[in-house]
């Protein structure tokens, strides 16, 4: 876990890069969906969005397979890479508006902090060389699970939307109206202090219903959370990581049919 972790916070921090260049040039989002990422499992890449002029879009990604920084078009051909490694963010930053000005890209807001800011996670001022995407297997492994369970939830509920990657706390998340009064939260969480474990995680919201999760069935997988601000159900990946991906997948679907359903039950009931 220590390494997956430790990945994680790093893909953290590198990911801000395409954050800082999706709010730079995509249109703003009341709700900041304009700076958030995908990870690409195909590919394997952590993508931002398309931006420019039509004909001439491009995006940048990170590479996990090459350890490179990358400009493609929408043949995803590689206009320009930066690699990753033995270099520091500020490099990164000066490479990444270079190539931009290149392009005739106005950087000026460039160097204007994000409105959020990411824990200092006391990591190395530059990464190691040569780059080394083992130590990051799991983390992908991770990210293309949460992907997949995103899309089988709204296909269970036939509300299809695309799962992203928010860069403030770095979560795979989706969110589907599910009802007119019942909305519910999924993703993938990075380990912190309420579960000591990255997790699954899923929440309903409900303006009509106080949940009572006194009441609620326990989990083949996971547990209920009904403490502090926020309440809901997770399933730490701890307990996925000890079995195949198949295997894991299941617990997944398991975990969302289960919580789900149950919420369901509280808002057709509409117990208080």
């Known amino acids: 876990m220590q390494e997956y972790n430790?990945?994680?916070?790093?893909?953290?921090?590198?990911?801000?890069?395409?954050?800082?260049?999706?709010?730079?040039?995509?249109?703003?989002?009341a709700d900041d969906s304009h700076t958030n990422l995908y990870f690409d499992?195909?590919?394997?890449?952590?993508?931002?969005?398309?931006f420019g002029a039509p004909q001439k879009e491009m995006m940048l990604c990170l590479n996990l397979s090459v350890g490179n920084f990358q400009w493609i078009n929408k043949k995803m051909q590689v206009m320009d890479s930066i690699a990753v490694a033995g270099k520091n963010l500020i490099q990164f930053?000066?490479?990444?508006?270079?190539?931009?000005?290149?392009?005739?890209?106005?950087?000026?807001?460039?160097?204007?902090?994000?409105?959020y800011a990411i824990p200092d996670y006391d990591l190395p001022e530059f990464l190691p060389s040569p780059f080394d995407p083992k130590p990051f297997e799991s983390w992908v492994e991770m990210r293309s699970l949460a992907n997949v369970a995103?899309?089988?939830l709204a296909g269970y509920f036939q509300?299809?939307?695309?799962?992203?990657?928010w860069p403030h706390h770095f979560d795979t998340g989706i969110y589907l109206q599910v009802l007119e009064q019942l909305g519910i939260g999924f993703g993938l969480a990075m380990k912190d202090k309420m579960v000591g474990d990255?997790?699954?995680?899923?929440?309903?919201?409900?303006?009509?219903?106080?949940?009572?999760?006194?009441?609620?069935?326990?989990?083949?997988?996971?547990?209920?959370?009904?403490?502090?601000?926020?309440?809901?159900?997770v399933l730490p990946i701890n307990l996925l990581q000890e079995v195949s991906s198949n295997k894991a997948l299941q617990m997944i679907e398991k975990f969302l049919f289960q919580t789900c359903n149950w919420y369901l039950q509280q808002e057709s009931s509409k117990t208080v």
């Open 198 to 233: 990255a997790y699954f995680y899923l929440a309903a919201y409900a303006s009509n219903i106080q949940f009572d999760f006194k009441a609620a069935d326990s989990l083949d997988a996971g547990f209920w959370i009904a403490a502090g601000g926020w309440k809901g159900a």
């Open 41 to 50: 499992a195909l590919g394997n890449r952590l993508m931002g969005r398309w």
């Open 159 to 165: 509300l299809f939307d695309e799962p992203r990657i």
């Open 6 to 29: 430790k990945s994680d916070q790093q893909m953290h921090q590198l990911a801000q890069l395409l954050a800082i260049t999706n709010r730079n040039y995509i249109t703003e989002e």
């Open 150 to 152: 995103c899309n089988r």
């Open 93 to 115: 930053k000066a490479a990444i508006k270079n190539f931009l000005t290149s392009q005739g890209i106005e950087t000026a807001g460039y160097d204007k902090p994000m409105h």
